[in-house]
């Protein structure tokens, strides 16, 4: 999957390459729409309006491993992702930086089982000590 990110709205590559746009609000949308699908009632738009801060996702974290991906990451917080790790919008980071805190991180999540602050903290720690500001 490929996205591009421009301001509020995700730009998603679908299978036969044609461009998919999501705005946070409909990205929002989507996950209470994935939620009340699970519950068996409707979200209606108005209700959506309403519940800003109600968590909308079972999805715990999103990591979007681009240079720039603030406003990214923001779409997903809006969304009701608890934990989102991306780069700040004045930001680059080395690719090669980006490969070792995936590893790290999914080694701390996954095999140690660590919850995803601690696994960020030592992943970052990481890197930083390898490839300095992170």
């Known amino acids: ?9 995700l730009i998603f590559e679908n299978e036969s390459g044609a461009s998919e ?22 979200v209606t738009d108005a209700d959506a309006d309403k519940a800003e801060t109600v968590k909308t996702t079972d999805l715990q974290f999103v990591y979007v491993a681009s240079c720039h991906s603030e406003q990214v990451g923001r779409i997903f917080l ?10 700040d919008q004045n930001e680059t980071i080395l690719d090669k930086a980006a490969v070792e805190f995936s590893k790290f991180f999914y080694d701390e999540v996954f095999d140690t089982f660590k919850n995803v602050c601690d696994a960020y903290t030592y ?10 500001k992170f």
């Open 1 to 9: 999957m490929k996205y591009k990110n421009k301001g509020d709205v």
């Open 21 to 42: 746009f999501f705005f946070t609000t409909e990205l929002k949308k989507m996950f209470e729409d994935i939620q009340s699908s699970k519950k068996g009632t409707q």
């Open 78 to 87: 809006e969304a009701g992702v608890p934990h989102v790790i991306c780069i």
């Open 123 to 132: 992943a970052k720690e990481k890197v930083e000590k390898a490839y300095g």
